[in-house]
């Protein structure tokens, strides 16, 4: 059996309808899956705004979750170098800290971790796809510096299909590929949820990558089983 290593090579950004709406448990629950199928991995989350001081710095959880993830041994600044330690939109975040970001230097570090070429890498956002990072940018520039194809979380509750749809719709209009979407079940009782995703499905000009029932908090290596890899990741032939 023969492969082009390079052809195996994918990288994502991750992005979500909202904050909150389980980007990093997907991130999380993907490396896993991708790990598990023979696949090196690597994940960034450039931009963090919620952290606790630690003896070793600000740290944030996301990004240790994404890091504990990773096949490859990435450090913690790696894999989020602007780590802040209000819980704020980024700019806002940025601000009270003292710091300014900048989405060419966002992508420079992004770059760094690219360059390391895992079998995956993700690239997860912050809030969702129009987060500002400064007055005149948001994290949709450096998702359209990077050129990468996007996966979207959406996070299912009463009003997702509003969210997913405008959210495609700006990614599409940014000029960027919509790789796939997850159905990430946020209300356990939610009504009619398979009726919303049959909805999605149908509007979406993406595949589903998966479809993940309502999971407690640190459980993403049981939900790896449910992502259909195949979506995403070519096999070698």
């Known amino acids: 059996m023969s492969f082009n290593a390079a052809a195996l090579r994918r990288s994502f950004f991750i992005t979500g309808t909202d904050t909150g709406v389980g980007k990093t448990f997907f991130s999380c629950a993907l490396l896993h899956a991708a790990a598990n199928a023979g696949h090196s991995t ?20 996301d990004a240790l979750a994404l890091q504990a993830a990773c096949t490859l041994p990435l450090s913690y600044g790696e894999v989020n170098p602007f780590c802040l330690p ?3 939109s980024p700019h806002l975040a940025a601000a009270e800290a003292g710091r300014r970001l900048h989405a060419d230097r966002i ?4 770059q760094g971790v690219l360059m390391q070429r895992a079998a995956l890498t993700v690239v997860e956002g912050a809030g969702g796809w129009r987060v500002p990072i400064n007055d005149n940018e948001t994290l949709a520039d450096v998702a359209k510096r990077l050129r990468l194809p996007v996966i979207m979380v959406v996070g299912l509750r009463l009003g997702c299909l509003n969210h997913a749809m405008l959210t495609a719709e700006a990614i599409g209009r940014d000029g960027l590929t919509l790789a796939g979407w997850v159905a990430n079940t946020l209300d356990p009782a939610m009504l009619s949820r398979d009726g919303n995703i049959a ?5 979406l000009m993406a595949p589903m990558v998966a479809d993940i ?6 459980r993403a290596r049981e939900a790896a089983s449910l992502i259909d890899l195949s979506v995403l990741l070519p096999r070698p032939t």
């Open 107 to 110: 992508v420079g570090f992004c």
């Open 213 to 218: 029932p309502w999971f407690p908090v640190g």
């Open 86 to 88: 209000a819980p704020l």
């Open 42 to 61: 690597a994940a960034i989350k450039p931009v963090a705004a919620g952290a606790e001081p630690m003896d070793e710095g600000l740290r944030n959880d």
């Open 199 to 203: 909805t999605l499905e149908r509007e």
